[in-house]
Each structure stands twice: as structure tokens, then as C-alpha cells.
């Protein structure tokens, strides 16, 4: 699941990164979108598990207008429920 939303930010223009954030003191690190020089990007934690990964990655979904005709039935199900929160 997890690897078939990473697809679907990428074909809708979302640059997915995951990576393992730093936390140092004085400051804390989320996952989380950006823009970089007009490029939409995730960052994804390596340390979150697969399921807060992938809420990070439906909430920004949810935000876009996607056709989820050629979704399968599990990402049209989690973009559903993100989307009704």
C-alpha cells in the first residue's frame, strides 16, 4: 500500500523522499510536504512505522483532485477514509 501511493504522489507531480529525519536539541524533525524550487515534496521518516507513512502520504493526497478510477480497491479505500476526516 505503502508503495502504490508513493507511485501515485509521484504521477501527480509529488517528489517522495524517505529519509531518516535528525533530531537534535533544540529542535524536532516531522514528516511532512515542502515546496523546493516549485517541486512539491514529502518527506518521509525511515523511523515512522508503514502505517504513519502512509497517513502522512494520504493527507497530502486527499488535498488533490485525483481520479481514482484506476486505483486499486486498498488506496481508493485509505484515500476515502483521509479524505472524510
Given amino acids: 500500500l505503502l508503495e502504490e501511493l ?23 524533525v516531522r514528516s511532512g510536504s515542502c515546496r523546493v524550487h516549485d517541486q512539491d515534496m514529502v518527506f518521509l521518516d525511515r523511523d515512522q512505522s508503514a502505517t504513519e507513512r502512509i497517513e502522512i502520504l494520504v ?9 481514482t478510477a484506476q486505483l486499486s ?6 484515500l476515502g477514509r483521509g479524505a472524510s476526516r
Avoid: C, H, M
Fill in 6 to 28: 508513493k507511485a501515485l504522489a509521484k504521477q501527480v507531480g509529488i517528489r517522495v523522499r524517505e529519509e531518516k529525519l535528525l533530531r537534535e536539541v533544540g529542535y524536532r
Fill in 59 to 67: 493527507d497530502e493526497l486527499t488535498r488533490r483532485n485525483i481520479d
Fill in 73 to 78: 480497491p486498498s488506496v481508493r479505500r485509505v
